[in-house]
């Protein structure tokens, strides 16, 4: 198997400059695991992820400590 074979054709981005917020509605909105973030020019400068998104405020998202659980 090659990254052809699983890879999305339809990719949706993210500016540099856009919100936290719209980077986890993007990615809730369209099942995707993480975005691509393209600069000027539609340069890849770099990715943001799920993971990134755990913990940001900004989208209300609570860092959930181990002794809490």
């Known amino acids: 198997m090659r990254a052809i074979d699983?890879?999305?054709?339809?990719?949706?981005t993210i500016g540099p400059d856009d919100s936290i917020a719209d980077a986890a509605k993007l990615i809730a909105d369209n099942d995707a695991s993480a975005l691509p973030v393209v600069g000027d020019g539609g340069y890849l400068v770099a990715i943001i992820s799920e993971g990134d998104l755990m913990s940001r405020e900004e989208i209300g998202a609570a860092r959930i400590s181990a002794a809490a659980m």
């Open 6 to 12: 699983v890879m999305v054709r339809d990719v949706i």
